[in-house]
């Protein structure tokens, strides 16, 4: 069974970066996309970004765009999250997800999911 293993949350001030990590083990064949979706207290879950193995492709909320940048290593079966800019706004639990392909992520997250790591960013 795929089990997706995250780091790099943490506490940061407004304007810092964090550059958040998840690597997946198991049988990761025939999934071919990764995403990062965040949930904040009393707020439901909102996707983040996503990325397809092939071609390299991809897609951002309106929210962080030009602040997060999404990439990964296929051959390490690992995705990251370089979040740049941060505002308060942003603090949230945010999740790794693994999908069949992206537009299955974008849309309602593939049915892999990370405990979820911490992001708080202090005014």
């Known amino acids: 069974q795929v089990q997706l293993a995250e780091s790099g949350g943490g506490l940061v001030q407004t304007g810092g970066s964090l550059r958040l990590s998840c690597a997946a083990s198991?049988?990761?064949?025939?999934?071919?996309?990764m995403g990062w979706f965040r949930q904040a207290p009393g707020k439901e879950r909102e996707f983040v970004a996503a990325?397809?193995?092939?071609?390299?492709?991809?897609y951002y909320a309106d929210s962080v765009k030009g602040r997060f940048t999404i990439s990964g290593d296929k051959a390490k079966a690992t995705v990251y999250l370089q979040m740049n800019s941060l505002k308060p706004e942003d603090t949230a639990v945010y999740y790794c997800?693994?999908?069949?392909?992206?537009?299955?992520?974008?849309?309602?997250?593939?049915?892999?999911w990370g405990q979820g790591t911490q992001v708080t960013v202090s005014s």
């Open positions: 997800n693994l999908g069949r392909i992206w537009t299955e992520v974008v849309s309602t997250g593939g049915d892999y």
């Open positions: 198991g049988r990761t064949f025939s999934r071919d996309a």
């Open positions: 990325i397809s193995w092939r071609g390299g492709s991809t």
